[in-house]
């Protein structure tokens, strides 16, 4: 006889996750019993992953556990937040053990990375995709928003852009890949398929950024959010751009385009005032993250990019994963 | 040009729930922040309906986001919660926005009359799903578990059984629907769209329920897990099952059967000490609901169904959404 679902949850999510002190309940009544701390505020996010808009048919579900959570953890970073209880509901085609397994170990090593509690978890029969929540916490009033940003801010950027955009067209073998080079390639595709979630310097950016946001829809999508967020316009030097080695190999001089659609990187985009612009340098040497200034915010609205060739006006909205995905 | 997901998210989502004083900011960053009460505990779950598994396709949406609520709601009221916050995730094949006004108007209404805030959001294009979790609260120590009950305990339900099941049925135009009697198939189909989750039901039980969960999966799956996680036997008389007039007349003898079986009634089961058991009657006039007492735990393990035929013995597991779903 076919596992259950509750036997199925039993086997594969009870365990997948951290061990907290504040979980009184987890795993297996209607719902799980949680003790928030008496000195904090609560973040909370949800984010899904669905086949054929997030990642292809096939994809391993080693990879998808922890993209699944590195996503929403993304977003509490971008809050600077301290995750700490997670629900996953999942929706498979079939009780496929082996990708619960997978799954599980994924998800779970990140999860145990961050000190993340997997307290809930559902699953239904259809088509594959996977909806995580998270929950965190900050100190009152300390939260970064998309909405502090002041004119004169240094826009600033963790880590290198447009990598996860090519590992993923990569990844569906579009364009065609490039002879040699195996391990470059190798790294953007792992940049696609392991992203890097941003906790600690999104708790390090508490009271030293004015606005932060994480990078999931591309720099050309996300910027304006912040800077409309925050009241100004932007400023954007392409030169700036951080962007790795393996990307320069690949896409040669056009690779500053893939920094600035590429979504998914799931990087910290924030601003800075002038004043605490020098700390970053310092943070980034302390954290080992790249954190490169690559614009300002200004009075007015919009986005400007100051290229070699001159400055290129922008109006908002590009990349968006409802409107532009299949 | 197509609306982008933020845009869809705030014309539909942004107001559809409660207003809470507790929520610092909602809908529109990466994500939101929230004051929990000092002195209660948190109690959170997820829960989801797929297309296919939970819905047939062409639904109404009214309907689903009143269900996708309301499942969730079910969750809490077993726990003994008070419903605090939502976060909705949306799977759509199109950015259908009379779908989304519908389900905004659903979900908005049920949201508004618990008390509950929709905080978070979002929108991907896929084969349609809603994920929908929820967190309440509960003062320490006072919320309700399946693990309480103890041998001697009465065991109760509300409601009446079965009438989600059959209206289900009638949903899919099968068995054919009989002649007549349209009032009473609507009322059954109406049990089946916008079921009614029992929080004032769950909050009163506090203290006087020893085990309590709701029935989702219908009583012959969800008996067995509250009478095992109580280490307990439960005895089930069939005749005292409660059944509706609309049921009695389009099943006529073979009601029961329904009762026994029907999933996503999301009715409570409950155990009740001996002592407390006289308070049941009286809350059942408070609140207006009725409770039947159909049962008994015992010690051992395992189900015995008391018909009139005599006694069926009942081993474990039967319907589940993972296995036994299309």
Redesign the interface.
Known sequence: ??????E?IERYLLRAGAERADV??GI?????????P?DQ????????L?????FLPGAAAHSLGHRALAVNLS??A??G?EPA?A???L?LPQ?DENWLREFAAGFGALARTEGVAL?????????L?I?V?L??F?PPGM?L???GGRPGDWLFVSGTLGDARAGRLLASGEPPVPAGQPAQLQALQQRFEYPTPRIALGRALRGVASA???LSDGLLADLP?LAG?SGCAAQLRIVDLPLSAPLRALCGAQAWQQALQGGEDYELLFSVPETHAAAIAALAVQLKVPLSACGRLQPGSGIELLGEAGVMQFSA?SF????A??
Chains 1, 2 share one sequence.
């Open positions: 006889m076919p596992a259950s679902e509750p199925l009184i309940l297996g009544d209607d719902a799980a019993l949680l003790r928030a008496a505020e609560l973040i909370v996010t949800t984010d899904a669905i086949e054929g808009a997030h977003d509490l971008a809050m937040a209880w629900l996953a509901s929706v009780a307290v809930g978890g559902n699953l239904s029969r259809g088509p995709s909806t929540q929950t965190g900050a939260a928003r998309r909405s932060c946001m994480d959010r967020a909205s968006d994963h409802f409107a995905l299949p």
